[in-house]
């Protein structure tokens, strides 16, 4: 199965932080375009396109820019997600080092659409290695005058600074980004008032995912309708796919969306390492559903993933292979949700770790027949209460797993013996 | 008792004087805490109590909004901590290759358990979310520098070469 390359089409052909690079394969000339037309048609075309972001939510990306473009005010932001935290995610950071540009220049059509004349990238502190690299993309295209004051003789000025993180997953969720860009902890804001109206520094912003702002200048030198040829009827483009865990060939993969999740693991990937049997795979990172072997033939596109009750999410797709067990899969889930929590809201705080302790409690063969009913009363209301993302998020491994690998559970519970979970107690710390 | 004996130690005043010089560049400019913080993590790993308040008078913010900030995100700490921070990867694509054999060996070799800093303060050892270098995981990050593919064997290679010399940013 061949790759279509939309994203990674400049991956290890240019180098990275050198702007020249990129015009002489075709870079800025998508934002040529868009800057001598008026906002309104801009944000037109990405619809007409279909894109929708690819951080996770599947949000349609035009509307958040209608959104900002409609909001009093003449100050406004545009802010780039690279915090990219989502266990088992690597497409951002792939991106950010093989083709910053493309980002750079989705972020100035956006920009353009909404009339913004700053842009912020913040970036996770775990890639503070990528600085450099980014630092030069946004020099040297300052210097050929794709950023800065008066783009190509438009006009129009774009700036765009970064703005590190310090390791902190709930910074992925978009006010708690605004919060830590402020200088502040980042714990997320109630809403509304939404990003578009009262976004950072209470200015009318619109946030996106990396990927998503990478898509933007293909759209805009191709067209819409060539865009909407690639994937499926409600997710056009292509997805950058992470498979990372037991799977013979690791790493970030670029298809239209609407791949079959069975071809990517053993075509692509070559599949399971060692010989081992697939027990599971759970797609869309730590946040997302873990389905059996027998659930993995099904088509990846973001309407497809959801009504199967997982997510696609950010695309990832760990492989976990018959030498682990899933409830200390969860019970890793867990500990992860457990200590982002950012504390803020009661659900989250307490439910993540009351969950967390139950599941241990399974696991380790101490688990009760009571306990799974708490534990799915739990999840229900602390994802039905929680303020943000990371709260809701926090429920779907455990409810998928118990759905999806009920005898796995009954077997901890008749305290059967588990050589993964219950060796020496699983983590200690 | 806990708080003031891991927040309360002393840092040379030549350390302060350059974190206070990093800060004054931002007077006034709360917004800027984040570059200042990270900045000043350059001159000293961990912030005590005296460099938290450096860093609040020179930027004119409350002393207490510095340390909530530095409590709140994983990569800063009030605590003291080592010359080298070994940061392991505690996510699920590491714990599937078997992070847990990684740290039972840096545990062993360093003599100290995953949280603490050996006594020569050179290394602490952590846990982490996920570092984002999936396609070779188990994964470190030893400050900035991230090595992946790690056997027992290979990160004790590793962790020898930061035993003995120092390695440069």
Same mark, same amino acid.
């Given at each position: 199965m061949k790759e279509t390359l939309l994203l990674l089409r400049n991956r290890g052909k240019i180098e990275?932080?050198?702007?020249?690079?990129?015009?002489?394969?075709?870079?800025?000339?998508?934002?040529?375009?868009?800057?001598?037309?008026?906002?309104?048609?801009?944000?037109?075309e990405l619809k007409a396109a279909g894109l929708r972001g690819r951080g996770g939510a599947g949000f349609?990306?035009?509307?958040?820019? =209608?959104? @900002?473009?409609?909001?009093?005010?003449?100050? /406004?932001?545009?802010?780039?997600?690279?915090?990219?935290?989502? #266990? !088992?995610?690597?497409?951002?950071?792939?991106?950010?080092?093989?083709?910053?540009?493309?980002i750079l220049e989705g972020m100035a059509i956006a920009g353009k659409a909404v009339n913004a004349h700053v842009g912020f990238i913040y970036l996770r502190a775990e890639y503070?290695?990528?600085?450099?690299?980014?630092?030069?993309?946004?020099?040297?295209?300052?210097?050929?005058?794709?950023l800065g004051r008066d783009i190509m003789?438009?006009?129009?000025?774009?700036?765009?600074?970064?703005?590190?993180?310090?390791?902190?997953?709930?910074?992925?969720? =978009?006010? @708690?980004?605004?919060?830590?860009?402020?200088? /502040?902890?980042?714990?997320?804001?109630?809403?509304?008032?939404? #990003? !578009?109206?009262?976004?950072?520094?209470?200015?009318?912003?619109?946030?996106?995912?990396?990927e998503t702002l990478a898509n933007i200048p293909p759209i805009f030198l191709h067209g819409s309708e060539w865009y909407r040829s690639i994937g499926t009827e409600n997710s056009p483009g292509t997805k950058l796919f992470t498979v990372c865990g037991n799977v013979n060939r690791r790493g970030v993969y670029e298809f239209p969306m609407g791949v079959n999740l069975k071809e990517l693991i053993y075509e692509v990937c070559g599949g399971i390492e060692d010989g081992r049997e697939l027990l599971a795979v759970q797609t869309g990172g730590a946040?997302?559903?873990?389905?059996?072997?027998?659930?993995?033939?099904?088509?990846?596109?973001?309407?497809?993933?959801?009504?199967?009750?997982g997510r696609l999410g950010c695309g990832t797709i760990l492989v976990i292979d018959d030498r682990n067990c899933i409830l200390d899969i969860v019970r890793n889930n867990l500990d992860f949700f457990r200590d982002e929590s950012c504390g803020k809201c009661t659900p989250c705080r307490e439910g993540g770790t009351r969950l967390y302790q139950l599941v241990g409690r399974i696991a380790e063969g101490r688990g009760s027949i009571r306990d799974l009913e708490t534990i799915e009363d739990l999840a229900e209301t602390i994802?039905?209460?929680?303020?943000?993302?990371?709260g809701h998020s926090t429920a779907v491994p455990v409810a998928s797993s118990i759905r999806n690998f009920k005898s796995c559970f009954w077997e901890h519970i008749d305290k059967d013996y588990c050589p993964v979970c219950c060796e020496e107690g699983g983590y200690t710390e | 008792m806990r708080l003031e004996?891991?927040?309360?130690?002393?840092?040379?005043?030549?350390?302060?004087?350059?974190?206070?010089?990093?800060?004054?560049?931002?007077?006034?400019?709360?917004?800027?805490?984040?570059?200042?913080?990270?900045?000043?993590?350059?001159?000293?790993?961990?912030?005590?109590?005296?460099?938290?308040?450096?860093?609040?008078?020179?930027?004119?913010?409350?002393?207490?909004?510095?340390?909530?900030?530095?409590?709140?995100?994983?990569?800063?700490?009030?605590?003291?901590?080592?010359?080298?921070?070994?940061?392991?990867?505690?996510?699920?694509?590491c714990h599937v290759k078997g992070a847990r054999d990684i740290v039972r060996t840096l545990?062993?070799?360093?003599?100290?358990?995953?949280?603490?800093?050996?006594?020569?303060?050179?290394?602490?050892?952590?846990?982490?979310?996920c570092l984002g270098i999936c396609e070779i995981s188990p994964a470190v990050m030893i400050n900035n520098r991230t090595y992946g593919n790690l056997t027992t064997e290979s990160v004790r290679t590793i962790i020898k070469q930061y035993i003995r010399e120092d390695i440069e940013e």
């Open positions: 990275p932080g050198n702007a020249a690079d990129y015009i002489a394969e075709g870079g800025y000339e998508a934002l040529k375009k868009a800057l001598f037309i008026n906002s309104k048609d801009i944000i037109q349609p990306t035009y509307r958040k820019l =209608e959104f @900002a473009s409609d909001a009093p005010g003449h100050v /406004k932001y545009i802010v780039c997600n690279a915090d990219e935290g989502e #266990p !088992g995610t690597n497409k951002d950071r792939i991106l950010l080092s093989s083709d910053p540009c493309s503070s290695y990528l600085l450099p690299i980014l630092e030069n993309a946004i020099k040297s295209s300052v210097k050929a005058n794709c003789g438009s006009g129009f000025d774009f700036e765009i600074k970064l703005r590190s993180g310090a390791g902190a997953y709930v910074c992925g969720e =978009e006010t @708690a980004l605004f919060e830590s860009i402020e200088g /502040k902890r980042g714990e997320p804001r109630y809403r509304p008032p939404f #990003p !578009g109206i009262k976004g950072l520094f209470n200015k009318p912003t619109v946030l996106n995912n990396v946040s997302g559903a873990i389905i059996n072997a027998s659930q993995i033939d099904m088509t990846l596109d973001i309407d497809a993933v959801s009504a199967s009750g994802r039905l209460t929680s303020l943000c993302g990371l | 004996n891991s927040y309360s130690y002393k840092t040379a005043s030549s350390k302060l004087v350059q974190v206070a010089e990093i800060a004054s560049r931002y007077m006034g400019r709360p917004e800027m805490l984040m570059k200042v913080i990270i900045q000043a993590q350059q001159v000293v790993p961990a912030f005590s109590e005296e460099v938290a308040a450096v860093i609040a008078r020179e930027m004119e913010i409350p002393q207490t909004q510095v340390y909530s900030f530095i409590t709140f995100y994983a990569m800063l700490s009030v605590k003291p901590r080592g010359k080298y921070i070994i940061r392991m990867c505690k996510s699920a694509p545990e062993k070799m360093l003599h100290i358990r995953m949280g603490e800093t050996t006594e020569d303060n050179r290394f602490t050892l952590e846990y982490c979310p």
